[in-house]
């Protein structure tokens, strides 16, 4: 999925420290002030007797080069490919790095994987700290606080609920419990990835865009640039706000100064100490702007990760008696109910027209939309959060088949076996093609294999 930006996503896979697009990932690092973070990983199947963390298999890096929000390039590090202690350092610096701001959406949850994941290859302690950050919800309450005059609703939006609002766009979140282990990735992998990442900075330039408008960003910075100038260098270091180019300006002044009076084994070694400070102060990194730096001191934030962050937690569920045999067989016959069972409410026995009508819940309201273009009756829940027993009194009502990935529904006592359907297929495309193989359709294979699923 494209979003709607002038030019189209740049992707590159990164799965070698040997590989041209790994050289072009240290360079575009320093070329960033800002970069969107997210990983992927393999969701944990089933109950584990021992607790632990899911293991991370990418590593989303969407760079904004420059002061330019319309430049990007985002990477993909491969970390079933890369040998995780040759770019332990890069990341660690990368994270804590005062040049660049970190944007992510709930990231500190993907940093306890990401740290684990390194730690059990070795690079102990993996990663305890990002700092500077700003999170996305932060940023779309705080755009909100701003519209409405009020605060933000206490309830989390999605990532892909905060794209549509700001944005406009509709983020696909279809593949997010994907096989992240199994190589190669697919290319609608790669663009999913790389998608997630790249809206963050898409979501941020549009506030930052409304904090400019607004005027908020240039008069502070005035004041602090023209007051830091006219400090010594003393006042200057004392100060912890300071502009950290403007303490470089004024010790390479003093240095040089001094430099001009002292013997020349002595300005050698100055010459040493300038080199160091300016190495310190700017390594391989470009220094953010004014404009960046008033947003980062107002809204800034950090991830620190305490130790208790670092085990993962048993699940907190009570001690359940051994199910009995009629228990079990009970389960077993839940289990099944995502199959067919039985005629569908508009079998013709049943004194229904004959036409396949399906309601898709909002896990796959997608589903819903291909089920029409091929000409199949389908609809949506009447509300935005339907309670389980709304979904099925609406399928009852109007004699439809229940389409759901959700396996909690097919837990209720109440369920009508022909009139709900487990989806088992992730893709909208597969999950057409299953329907239409489930309800005996065949004639609607030409045209499915017709429609655009883009």
């Known amino acids: 999925m494209d979003l709607p930006s002038e030019k189209p996503l740049k992707i590159h896979l990164v799965n070698s420290t040997e590989s041209p697009e790994f050289t072009h990932l240290t360079q575009s690092l320093t070329r960033s002030s800002i970069i969107g973070l997210d990983a992927e990983w393999k969701p944990i199947r089933g109950q584990t007797h021992q607790p632990t963390f899911p293991t991370v298999s990418l590593l989303q890096?969407?760079?904004?080069?420059?002061?330019?929000?319309?430049?990007?390039?985002?990477?993909?590090?491969?970390?079933?490919?890369?040998?995780?202690?040759?770019?332990?350092?890069?990341?660690?610096?990368?994270?804590?790095?005062?040049?660049?701001?970190?944007?992510?959406?709930?990231?500190?949850?993907?940093?306890?994987?990401?740290?684990?994941?390194?730690?059990?290859?070795?690079c102990d302690p993996g990663f305890d700290k990002v700092e500077p950050y700003l999170d996305i919800t932060s940023i779309y309450y705080q755009m909100q606080h701003k519209q409405q005059g009020r605060k933000g609703p206490k309830e989390t939006k999605s990532l892909a609920t905060i794209c549509k609002e700001?944005?406009?766009?509709?983020?696909?979140?279809?593949?997010?419990?994907?096989?992240?282990?199994?190589?190669?990735?697919?290319?609608?992998?790669?663009?999913?990835?790389?998608?997630?990442?790249?809206?963050?900075?898409?979501?941020?330039?549009?506030?930052?865009?409304?904090?400019?408008?607004?005027?908020?960003?240039?008069?502070?910075?005035?004041?602090?640039?023209?007051?830091?100038?006219?400090?010594?260098?003393?006042?200057?270091?004392?100060?912890?706000?300071?502009?950290?180019?403007?303490?470089?300006?004024?010790?390479?002044?003093?240095?040089?100064?001094?430099?001009?009076?002292?013997?020349?084994?002595?300005?050698?070694?100055?010459?040493?100490?300038?080199?160091?400070?300016?190495?310190?102060?700017s390594r391989n990194t470009m220094p953010m702007n004014e404009s960046l730096l008033k947003i980062v001191r107002k809204y800034g934030e950090k991830i620190l990760l305490r130790e208790s962050d670092r085990k993962p937690k048993a699940a907190r569920k009570k001690a359940k008696k051994h199910p009995s045999l009629v228990a079990v067989t009970r389960e077993k016959q839940l289990d099944n109910t995502g199959d067919w069972q039985g005629p569908p409410p508009w079998d013709l026995s049943l004194g229904g027209d004959g036409c396949p009508k399906f309601l898709c819940d909002v896990m796959i309201e997608g589903l819903a939309k291909h089920l029409r273009c091929v000409g199949v009756d389908a609809a949506i829940p009447s509300s935005k959060k339907p309670e389980s027993r709304e979904l099925l009194d609406q399928a009852y009502r109007e004699q439809r088949v229940l389409l759901t990935r959700d396996a909690k529904l097919l837990r209720h006592q109440y369920l009508i076996k022909n009139q709900i359907y487990r989806v088992k297929n992730l893709l909208k495309n597969e999950q057409l093609l299953e329907q239409v193989q489930e309800t005996g359709k065949r004639s609607f294979l030409v045209n499915c294999l017709m429609v655009d699923f883009a």
């Not at 760079?63 to 985002?74: A, K, N, V, Y």
């Not at 040759?86 to 990341?91: G, R, T």
């Not at 100038?229 to 003393?234: R, T, Y």
């Open 166 to 281: 700001v944005l406009g766009i509709s983020l696909s979140k279809e593949l997010q419990c994907s096989d992240w282990s199994h190589r190669p990735l697919t290319e609608e992998q790669k663009t999913y990835a790389a998608a997630d990442a790249h809206c963050l900075l898409k979501i941020f330039n549009v506030f930052q865009d409304n904090i400019v408008k607004k005027g908020n960003s240039s008069n502070d910075m005035v004041e602090l640039h023209s007051s830091g100038v006219n400090l010594g260098l003393k006042e200057i270091l004392e100060k912890h706000d300071i502009d950290d180019k403007i303490i470089r300006i004024k010790y390479f002044e003093a240095s040089h100064i001094f430099q001009a009076t002292v013997s020349s084994e002595n300005c050698q070694r100055i010459a040493e100490v300038d080199v160091a400070v300016s190495r310190t102060s």
């Open 61 to 122: 890096l969407a760079c904004q080069l420059g002061h330019d929000s319309d430049e990007s390039e985002t990477f993909l590090l491969d970390l079933h490919s890369v040998p995780l202690p040759s770019i332990w350092e890069l990341l660690r610096e990368t994270f804590v790095s005062p040049d660049i701001l970190k944007l992510g959406f709930k990231f500190k949850q993907d940093l306890v994987y990401l740290s684990s994941t390194f730690c059990l290859q070795g």
